[in-house]
Structures are given as structure tokens and as C-alpha cells.
């Protein structure tokens, strides 16, 4: 069992865990994690990309290999895409197969992911909306999320609510921040390349799951986890900073690496 160096109850029904690595968080989500893929009930996942959850999925691959869970009955809602084709490498449907889904047992109809190549097309405004509508559809036909794995976004995004997303926002395409396309320069090479847009759940979709737990790992993490968790921010939830409407859930855990935490103020 990994521990957390610190734990919190910030409000009620939201509490913060800070671990010594980013290893030990994604051992302890993981173990959050297999009863309910356990359970009798079918689960239904909201899952995030990016480089956050990385060694969860591969704790949760570790799981499946060792027989201590299997994916034949859980449904997956990917948070977001680019627009991007699917079959491009840095797509986030390309992410999930490498990163997950080639090595587990889910099926292959079980899984959803944004389709980002309506955005490619021009004049497509009313396709991309059918499909925006039709994921939140699909959702709520599944009984909505029992857990949604978030990330966090230097700018405060959640999936990509950049800041001016409130809490009633929707599945729908959006603008990517430019500190958000900046980031991404890492994995894409140049910002010409990074794309600009993309279809995102909406802050309102992710407040829907039953449960939500936030990963931020790293320093580069710290200063937006400081405003983020600060007093201001945890009484009033403001569109500036999307992942502050997660203090209206009554069921979420923001886990840290020590680094993400380091600006948080000491009691
Ligand atoms: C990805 C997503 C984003 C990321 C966030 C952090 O599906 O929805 O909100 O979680 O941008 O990205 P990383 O983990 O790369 O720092």
C-alpha cells in the first residue's frame, strides 16, 4: 500500500493527498481504482492523457497482467482530443492505445474518445455539435461516470476547459489556451504544429461523474496548485480557473507528488 506523506480534508467531501513520488500516487489511485473495476456493477471510466496519468495506466496494465483485474466490462469516456486524425502518433486516440488500451483487455467498442477529425473538415460546425451532443448522450446512457481522472493545465484547465469555462459548459469544441499549445510544443516540435482547437467535455460533464480524482505531479505543476487551493479560490470557484468548480463536487481527491505540493502554504 503506498502512503501519502500529507493528507487533508479541504471541504467537506474534498480532500488533498500529497505523496513523496509521483510512483506512490499512481500505486495508491490504482488501488482506489481496481474495486471498482471490480465491481458487479459495469464501470464506466472518464480517462485523461497528457504526461500525468502515464504510470497510472501502466500500474493498471501491472494489475491486468497479474490477474488482478480485467477490462471486459468497463466503458471509457476519453476527456478530450485534438484536432487531429486518429491515426496521427500524438493523437489522443493513438495515446490511449499506447499507453493503455493495446494492453489490457477492453473491447475495442467499450471505448470513446472525442473525435477530434470533425474539426479538420471546413464548414462542419453542425457535425462537430451532433457529436458533441451525441458523447454527452452516450454518457448519460451509461449510467455517467463513476470516476473521472483529471490532469491539470498550467493555465487551471480540466480536460480543455481553458480559463472563461464555467460550470454549466458542455461537450463542445474549444480554443486551446496558448500557454496549453505552448506545453505541447514538447511532444509536437514546433507551436506551427500544435493544434489549435479541439472537442473537449464540459466542466458540467466532468462534475457529473460520481467521483473525481485530480493528479497534478511536478513543479512546473506547483503554482497553479498553489492559486488553485487557495483560500479565495477553494470559497469561490471562478470560470479564471476551470478546476476550481471541482470544490462544488461532494467527492473528489486532489493527489500530489511533493513537488506539485511545495507551494502550498504549511500549517
Ligand atoms: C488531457 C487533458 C489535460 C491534461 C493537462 C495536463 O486529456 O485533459 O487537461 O490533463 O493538460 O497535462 P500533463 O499531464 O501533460 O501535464
Excluded at 473495476?37 to 496519468?53: F, Y
Excluded at 502518433?89 to 489490457?104: A, G, R
Excluded at 492559486?227 to 468548480?245: K, N, W
Aim: glycine share 6%.
Amino acid at each position: 500500500m503506498a502512503q501519502p506523506i500529507s493528507t487533508k480534508l479541504l471541504l467537506p467531501g474534498l480532500s488533498l493527498f500529497v505523496f513523496e513520488t509521483p510512483e506512490q500516487a499512481s500505486v495508491w489511485v490504482a488501488d482506489q481504482m481496481v474495486p471498482l473495476i471490480n465491481s458487479s456493477k459495469p464501470p464506466v471510466l472518464g480517462l485523461a492523457t497528457g504526461s500525468t496519468p502515464i504510470k497510472l495506466y501502466a500500474e493498471l496494465i501491472k494489475r491486468y497482467k497479474e490477474g488482478q483485474i480485467s477490462f471486459k466490462r468497463t466503458t471509457t469516456f476519453n476527456l478530450d482530443e485534438y484536432a487531429i486524425e486518429h491515426s496521427h502518433p500524438l493523437s489522443y486516440h493513438s495515446f490511449m492505445d499506447t499507453n493503455l488500451f493495446n494492453h489490457v483487455d477492453i473491447p475495442r467498442e467499450s471505448i470513446n474518445v472525442p473525435n477530434g477529425s470533425l474539426l479538420l473538415k471546413e464548414n462542419n460546425d453542425q457535425e462537430v455539435e451532433e457529436h458533441c451532443k451525441s458523447y454527452e448522450l452516450k454518457i448519460a446512457s451509461h449510467g455517467g461516470l463513476d470516476l473521472q481522472i483529471l490532469g491539470i493545465g498550467r493555465t487551471g484547465h480540466i480536460g480543455f476547459n481553458e480559463p472563461g469555462s464555467d460550470e454549466k459548459t458542455k461537450t463542445r469544441k474549444i480554443e486551446i489556451h496558448t500557454v496549453t499549445r505552448q506545453d505541447a510544443i514538447r511532444e509536437f516540435g514546433s507551436i506551427d504544429l500544435v493544434p489549435k482547437t479541439s472537442i473537449t467535455m464540459g466542466v458540467s460533464t466532468i462534475l457529473g461523474a460520481k467521483r473525481v480524482i485530480l493528479l497534478a505531479f511536478g513543479s512546473s505543476k506547483a503554482p497553479i496548485i498553489s492559486q488553485l487551493l487557495s483560500e479565495e479560490r477553494l470559497t469561490t470557484p471562478s470560470p479564471q480557473i476551470p478546476a476550481s468548480y471541482l470544490f462544488g463536487h461532494s467527492n473528489v481527491q486532489i493527489v500530489l507528488d511533493r513537488q506539485a505540493a511545495e507551494q502550498l502554504e504549511k500549517e
